[in-house]
């Protein structure tokens, strides 16, 4: 396929697969809080779908879905008392229990948390105000209105979308493929704001499309590689603070590298092998490609799993693992000190692999992936690749056995969605 055939398949497998099922979670919900304060069973009024989802600019895997619920602006004097922020809160809650009684619902100010499998929606009771913002309940530091403005966030991101021939959202899609893919802890709005910030830099896509997604890829992770270290951006349309999670300046000059690894590879076998560097197998595989590593590595030899198949994938939050290596006799380093050095590791070497950093609220669970590779690998037939779940320890025990580049990644998933993950090459001489 053309590169541009490539990059509508791309956007095409990104798109979000459970329509049916959010809409109807959103509908009932809806319907829920109608009942309780309008005495309607509508499922479409009073409803507001902002994030990812409502700018349209969410991905297949998408995990956290917002909605606001329009409160009646008669029940404001309720709820403007001392104490009013959290009652809100709580009936909103227990309007919403009542429909799912056997559903995990909790206030996680300044929203209602609903936990359903795979997802969660989280809803905000909100007051319209005259200029189209909405004030909402914040129960932090005793209590008190804040004020939200995502209709203008919606507002500017058609907008743009439109004058930059909507090449604007699928940026967008195509950043939270690759921030997913490589563990980037970055926000839906922040990437938004990122993505908007770098096409109205430049006219060069203007009255381009998929044929220059290559080089509009490239360019974009040159222009964020290159910003400077901020605590926050002004979001799209609203102008309100979103706040950086972790620096992705370092992440984003690897894959500006990567694309112009991916563009000299035009027309060639391994080009869209190197485009699934980049974005991960959301990006399609090459029929050459597959063929060819087919000769290499059996079906019954490649034992290789996918988070992605396992689970949902939408990455929320900073992990950093490490490995410490250790023989009898030898002072213990790190594997990290290895590659600043780009010094190979030697075989007989003990190897821990553990997490270093990265703080995970709420109950998870943790995996591990040891995947083999290279020609040693492969005759010894010994790619592993399985993944398995930690027994509580947060570290795993490997050798240094045989040669090759060798890999080891950890995924922290909870509820049913990987929300943060890393990985770590291991050269072995």
């Known amino acids: 396929m053309s590169i541009s055939q490539n990059f509508q398949s791309f956007l095409n497998n990104l798109k979000i697969s459970n329509d049916e099922q959010i809409s109807l979670r959103y509908g009932e919900i809806t319907a829920s809080l109608n009942k309780e304060f309008r005495n309607t069973e509508s499922k479409t009024e009073n409803n507001l779908q902002v994030g990812s989802y409502g700018r349209w600019t969410g991905i297949k895997g998408i995990s956290d879905l917002d909605m606001l619920y329009l409160m009646p602006q008669k029940k404001w004097l309720d709820y403007d008392v001392a104490g009013g922020q959290s009652a809100l809160l709580t009936d909103t809650k227990n309007v919403i229990k009542k429909r799912y009684p056997n559903t995990n619902i909790f206030v996680d100010s300044p929203v209602v948390r609903v936990l359903y499998k795979n997802f969660h929606v989280e809803v905000q009771p909100v007051f319209e105000q005259a200029d189209g913002s909405f004030k909402y309940p914040d129960t932090r530091n005793g209590g ?91 979001a799209l349309g609203s102008g309100q603070r979103v706040k950086v999670k972790a620096k992705f300046q370092k992440a984003a000059k690897k894959a500006h590298g990567l694309c112009v690894k991916a563009i000299d590879a035009a027309n060639t076998d391994s080009e869209n092998k190197k485009w699934q560097k980049i974005y991960g197998r959301h990006f399609p595989a090459a029929i050459s490609v597959v063929k060819s590593e087919s000769t290499d590595i059996s079906r019954d030899d490649n034992t290789e799993q996918f988070i992605e198949d396992m689970f949902s994938v939408d990455i929320k939050y900073p992990l950093q693992i490490d490995c410490t290596v250790s023989q009898n006799g030898y002072r213990e380093t790190t594997l990290r000190d290895f590659l600043k050095q780009k010094v190979r590791i030697k075989t007989s070497r003990s190897l821990n692999f553990h997490v270093v950093g990265g703080v995970i609220p709420g109950n998870y669970s943790v995996y591990w992936k040891v995947l083999n590779r290279g020609d040693e690998a492969i005759k010894r037939k010994c790619i592993r690749g399985q993944i398995k779940k930690d027994q509580g320890h947060l570290q795993i025990e490997e050798h240094s056995n045989f040669h090759g580049d060798h890999i080891v990644e950890c995924y922290y998933v909870v509820n049913d969605v990987v929300v943060a993950k890393d990985r770590i090459e291991v050269p072995i001489e």
């Open 144 to 234: 008190s209105w804040k004020t939200t403005k995502p209709r203008d966030e919606i507002t500017e991101i058609s907008k743009s979308d439109k004058e930059k021939n909507y090449n604007l959202r699928p940026l967008c899609k195509m950043i939270r493929a690759w921030k997913n893919k490589h563990g980037v802890a970055m926000g839906g709005l922040m990437i938004d704001t990122l993505a908007n910030n770098f096409l109205k830099s430049t006219s060069a896509y203007d009255d381009k499309s998929f044929l220059y997604y290559d080089y509009m890829s490239r360019d974009f992770f040159e222009f964020i590689s290159n910003e400077p270290d901020k605590e926050h951006y002004a």
